[in-house]
């Protein structure tokens, strides 16, 4: 199986300011990988997929990104509703498979 | 507008079964492969079964393969997921969810595994 080693676990920041969130995965995925965003009592949403590509309706301060088979989140000008859960996930090979989630507070 | 709907859920015993059931709407449900994806209370995601879109192919996890049942019926929009000898480490939230990337979420049905 694929794993998706995410980190960090949790992370605060402050308005305005830009944070990374990172997931490596354990073999290549061919850019096969998503961003999804949950808050609080609601589902995950889709934020990013195929690794960089900005899922309708997602604010343009969302950004995804590759290096080998490491994968960024970038979120810039944080804004008060960006709080919550974000996870990545591989969609390259059944099992599919999450990070174990990030934890973003908004100072 | 993309809906969809779990159901099915409740409290359930160890050893038991329950079927989940998904409702889908606002797009044409035969055209996607759909997915269950499950949450243990305060827990990350696991994904749980997929199913292309005319059943051609299935896929589970291996903590579910040989209990639980995905399956579809297009001409009613609806996906089910058949659970079968239920345990406590099945209590979660359960997701349907689109396509392979998982681009439409339901709110999720409750599933709890206690005597």
Redesign the interface.
Same mark, same amino acid.
């Given at each position: 199986d694929i794993q998706m080693t995410q980190s960090p676990a949790s992370l605060s920041a402050s308005l305005g300011e830009t944070v990374s969130i990172e997931c490596l995965a354990s073999e290549d995925i061919y850019s096969n990988l998503a961003w999804y965003q949950q808050k609080p009592g609601k589902s995950p949403q889709l934020l990013i997929y195929y690794a960089s590509s900005l899922q309708d309706g997602v604010p343009s301060r969302f950004s995804g990104s590759e290096s080998g088979t490491q994968y960024s989140l970038e979120i810039n000008s944080l804004q008060p509703e960006d709080e919550g859960d974000y996870f990545c996930q591989q969609s390259y090979k059944f099992p599919l498979t999450f990070g174990s989630g990030t934890k973003l507070e908004i100072k | 507008e993309v809906q969809l709907v779990e159901s099915g859920g409740g409290l359930v015993q160890p050893g038991r079964s329950l079927k989940l059931s998904c409702l889908a709407s606002g797009f044409t449900f035969s055209n996607y492969g759909m997915?269950w994806i499950r949450q243990a209370p305060g827990k990350?995601?696991?994904?749980v079964a997929?199913i292309s879109s005319s059943s051609s192919y299935i @896929? $589970?996890?291996?903590t579910v393969k040989g209990r639980f049942t995905i399956s579809r019926d297009n001409a009613k929009n609806t996906l089910y997921l058949q659970m079968t000898s239920l345990r406590s480490e099945d209590t979660a939230l359960y $997701?349907c969810a689109r396509d392979? @990337?998982?681009?439409?979420?339901?709110?999720?049905t409750m599933v709890t595994v206690s005597s």
């Open positions: - | 997915n990350g995601l696991e994904w997929s @896929y $589970y996890a291996d $997701y392979w @990337y998982f681009d439409f979420w339901g709110p999720g």
